[in-house]
Each structure stands twice: as structure tokens, then as C-alpha cells.
């Protein structure tokens, strides 16, 4: 596992604060968005904006992930577990005057429990560049583990929000992801251990943003 240097010491401070006031105080929580009930690891680490625009799920606060490595910062869609499953958004990474270090955000699927669950990770990095970052991972009980190519771009390039959709099959553990109507081997693995399970948005270190969130699909049996 490659790890990557932080040289703002002062924002490794700000995480560490973060994280153990989290730990300290923090509550799960429920909102109501896109039309489902998403369940919040910690409450107070999201908002939800309905102003004159779009309904926005924000991610306020990153939360290092210390070990195992695998993301626990997201927002998990309160549903019956899907076999097969499209998911449609559209995501927008933190501002770049909140960071000084690489960013990404997450979509999760096929997940069954904490231990248990797949995810999609959309980066400012090629997986050459960090092998750990924009592909797709596998979660079995400890550190995640990539299970796409190292091959193709960066997937969350510019500033701007990008449309992002996720097709996942159950039956054959085959999951495709296209950001702004392009994909990449990166974005594309077959994991038949992937069964039946709900979906997540969120990130692995990151703030971000999400709205015009679709999830359809054939639930399990």
C-alpha cells in the first residue's frame, strides 16, 4: 500500500481533531433524499441543501481512514439489498481552496455489511500514478483490495460536477462505471464474491457533493 505524504501539517492536525471528536460524539443519523432514507455514519458530518437549486448531499467533514484501510465515510441508501443496480449522480469533489492534497469520492455497492461491500473510487490520480486510487476495491473484513485495471485517465479532473453512472450485476459480480459518458479499464472489474447489497456515496478522506441521485434496479430474492 502506498502511502501518500501530506505537507500541511496544520490540515493532518485538523483530521486527527476530526476524527477523535467524532469518535468522541459522533451519532449515526438518518436524512431523507432523492427519494430514499440514507443512513449517516456521523450526523453531524453531512447537510442536506434544498435551496432555489437541486437537493445536495454534502460531505462536511473528512475522516482519515486509519485501519483497516477502506472508506467508512459514506452515506448508505437505506434499501432493500439490490441484485442487480444502476446508480446515476452527479458528484463534485471539494473546492480546491479546502485542500492542499489529492481528492476523490466514492460510490459504494453490493454492500452487505461493514465488512462486506465493493465500492467505485473516482480521483484526481490515475491508478498508475496511485494504485490505490480510481478503480474499483473490494472490501472482505480488512484492507481493500483493487480489483480493476491500473490502466486508464483520472476520472474527477476538473472543478466542475460530473455525471457519474454505476451498473452493477449481482449474478456475474460485473460492475461498469462512466464519468461524463466515458470509461476506462480502470472503471471496469468482475468480482463474483459481489453479491446482492444496498449503495453508498460518500469518500474515502474527502469532502464532496452529490445531487440528482437515481437508484434503480431488481432487488434479491
Not at 478503480?135 to 483490495?145: L, N, P, S, T
Not at 462505471?177 to 476506462?184: E, F, I, M, P, R
Request: a positive charge; glycine letters at 10%; hydrophobic letters at 40%.
Amino acid at each position: 500500500m502506498q502511502v501518500l505524504p501530506c505537507r500541511n501539517p496544520t490540515y493532518v492536525r485538523l483530521l486527527i481533531f476530526c476524527w477523535i471528536a467524532g469518535a468522541a460524539s459522533g451519532a449515526e443519523g438518518l436524512v431523507q433524499a432523492f427519494g430514499h432514507q440514507w443512513r449517516l455514519p456521523i450526523a453531524a458530518d453531512w447537510s442536506l441543501h434544498r435551496g432555489d437549486g437541486p437537493e445536495t448531499l454534502r460531505l462536511l467533514v473528512p475522516r482519515p481512514s486509519l485501519q483497516p484501510r477502506r472508506p467508512t465515510q459514506f452515506a448508505l441508501a437505506d434499501t432493500p439489498a439490490f441484485h442487480k443496480v444502476t446508480v446515476e449522480a452527479e458528484v463534485r469533489k471539494e473546492p480546491a481552496e479546502a485542500r492542499n492534497r489529492r481528492t476523490s469520492l466514492i460510490i459504494v455497492y453490493g454492500y452487505r455489511h461493514a465488512d462486506d461491500f465493493n465500492y467505485a473510487h473516482l480521483s484526481v490520480d490515475t491508478g498508475r500514478e496511485a494504485p490505490h486510487h480510481n478503480g474499483i476495491f473490494q472490501v472482505r473484513g480488512g484492507d481493500r483490495v483493487r480489483i480493476s485495471s491500473l490502466e486508464g485517465p483520472a476520472t474527477l479532473t476538473g472543478e466542475h460536477w460530473h455525471k457519474v453512472k454505476l451498473v452493477f450485476d449481482g449474478s456475474s459480480g460485473r460492475v461498469d462505471v462512466w464519468v461524463d459518458g466515458a470509461t476506462s479499464p480502470s472503471m471496469h472489474a468482475a468480482d463474483p464474491s459481489s453479491g446482492a447489497g444496498r449503495v453508498g456515496l460518500g469518500s474515502f478522506f474527502d469532502l464532496g457533493e452529490f445531487r440528482a441521485v437515481k437508484i434503480s434496479g431488481q432487488t434479491a430474492p
